[in-house]
């Protein structure tokens, strides 16, 4: 989709949709003005009371024939032109791309000229992010039935002549749409394409410029010492994988922030075997490396002046003759030794080395991203990620982060408490406590692999996908770790 930013007269901006404001006070913006003064259009609608005015809600209408806007969109943005939300206007560009994206609407304009001083650039970078995110649909496998939007070009009109703001919002938030798109769509393929191998490649077709990108094969992780990491892709055909994602945007003395995300792009469970009953989601227990690879392809787009590591363990977890079984011990690259009670915890086995690779960065901090407990969409439900960290400044970054980005986290305890859940007898730890605070003993083994650094985790289990009718990856924290990196929201 391409945005552009026009200036003038509205009289004869020829579109097929012009998109004006009105607000929860009843008050107009100079465009649905300068339509009701013309065409007497707009008060119409308010007469009839057909409008909500509350952010999101709109109203069609039909201009005379010779105007030379086809259609009109009448949406309210929020209570007061002054003091517009960004979760207001979030959601009316949510509500105006839904809207146009079943109409054979080309091309649109949005006469945006009230936005409050100084937030020109975020509203254009909201707007752009909910266009290019909602404009997504998946189409790799399907034959029949496929969307095809018709809207592929977005105007922001404004009346004055502005500064470079508003471009530039709209640049960022496709940029960031796009990652997130990235992440969403390596989530919804199906675990027989999105393989570690395809996510390998798709590290690899992203390389360029300031991204390095390699690649080691499970040779490679047996010499490195990452027992935890091959005990769980024993069980599987299809080969492992740890991608390595360099970033380097400022000089090599800055130290980079490194990204470690669970790659399980099909767990089964192993031989703890999971039940049936929805198991197919189990195809998204690799969004954590999905949103680094989007974070990746944003900072490819956007080419900012950070280090940014992101490293990606991938394998499947399998069940077979080969597979890792329940008491089996296993080294981990840092010399832990673990007991393995389950081989559904298996995320904390491939992170776990992962986490001891990340040391060799000397990183400022440490990000692990995971689907790692099915506890934590207990706790937390489907509105916020788990933030689990060893260093409470940036915990609390991060939190700030998910608010900025409408993308929010939910801090959960590491007390010392919680560590002995993980006591083995036969091992230096097992790699699961008990039922009860499943996803912060999760943490806690994971906490062991991370001393060296500041370090968080982000548990996604309940917001990198969503199911039932509208079942699909969210391209969640994609958004939260962009505004961590980068502060895109202010
Ligand atoms: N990938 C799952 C976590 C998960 C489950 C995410 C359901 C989203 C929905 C993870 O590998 C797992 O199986 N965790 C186990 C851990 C348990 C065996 C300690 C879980 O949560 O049941
Ligand atoms: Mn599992
Ligand atoms: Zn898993």
Not at 117 to 144: C, D, M, N, P
Not at 338 to 345: C, G, M, P, Q, V
Not at 450 to 478: M, N
């Amino acid at each position: 989709m391409d945005f552009l930013v026009k200036t003038g007269q509205l009289d004869n901006l020829r579109t097929d949709c012009l998109i004006v404001q009105i607000y929860g006070d009843k008050s107009l913006s100079a465009a649905a003005k300068f339509l009701d003064t013309r065409y007497g259009l707009v008060s119409r609608v308010l007469q009839l009371n057909d409008l909500t005015l509350k952010a999101g809600h709109y109203s069609w209408l039909l201009p005379p024939e010779n105007a030379p806007f086809k259609r009109v969109l009448l949406v309210c943005v929020g209570a007061k032109a002054e003091s517009l939300s960004p979760q207001e206007i979030k959601n009316t560009a949510a509500a105006v791309a839904k809207a146009l994206k079943n109409k054979p609407v080309k091309n649109a304009v949005w006469s945006v000229e009230n936005a409050p001083a100084g937030s020109a650039k975020l509203f254009a970078t909201l707007i752009a992010e909910a266009f290019v995110t909602h404009f997504y649909s998946y189409r790799e496998t399907k034959t029949q039935n496929l969307t095809t939007p018709a809207l592929a070009k977005l105007t922001l009109h404004t009346r004055e002549k502005t500064d470079s703001s508003w471009r530039n919002g709209l640049q960022l938030g496709k940029a960031l749409g796009e990652g997130i798109n990235t992440a969403r769509h390596l989530g919804n393929l199906p675990g027989n394409v999105c393989t570690p191998s395809y996510l390998a490649k798709q590290a690899q077709t992203l390389a360029g410029g300031k991204l390095n990108v390699s690649v080691l094969d499970e040779k490679q992780l047996t010499k490195l010492g990452m027992g935890a990491f091959l005990s769980v892709a024993a069980g599987s055909e299809e080969p492992a994988k740890f991608i390595i994602m360099q970033y380097r945007g400022a000089a090599a003395s800055v130290q980079p922030t490194v990204l470690v995300g669970k790659g399980i792009t099909f767990d089964t469970g192993g031989i703890s075997i999971k039940p049936g009953p929805a198991m197919d989601e189990m195809k998204f227990d690799m969004c954590g490396a999905a949103s680094v690879l989007g974070v990746m392809t944003t900072l490819q787009r956007l080419q900012p002046r950070i280090n940014v590591v992101g490293l990606i363990v991938a394998t499947e977890n399998m069940p077979s003759g080969r597979a890792t079984k329940p008491g089996d011990v296993v080294t981990s690259m840092s010399g832990q030794t673990i007991e393995i009670l389950n081989t559904d915890a298996e995320g904390r086995l491939v992170l776990c080395d992962a986490l001891t690779y990340a040391e060799r960065f000397k990183p400022k901090a440490v990000i692990d991203i995971a689907t790692l407990t099915g506890a934590c969409v207990i706790a937390l439900g489907n509105h916020a990620s788990g933030l689990f960290a060893n260093d409470q400044a940036l915990a609390d970054e991060l939190l700030a982060a998910g608010v900025a980005a409408q993308d929010r986290a939910w801090q959960m305890p590491l007390w010392d408490e919680y560590q002995k859940g993980l006591d083995s007898n036969f091992a230096d730890m097992a790699n699961v406590g008990g039922r009860e605070g499943g996803s912060i003993t999760a943490a806690c083994f994971l906490s062991r692999y991370a001393k060296a650094f500041k370090w968080a985790h982000l548990d996604i289990a309940g917001t990198a996908w969503v199911g039932g009718g509208g079942k699909g990856a969210t391209g969640r924290p994609v958004g939260l770790l962009l505004q961590y990196l980068l502060g895109i929201y202010n």
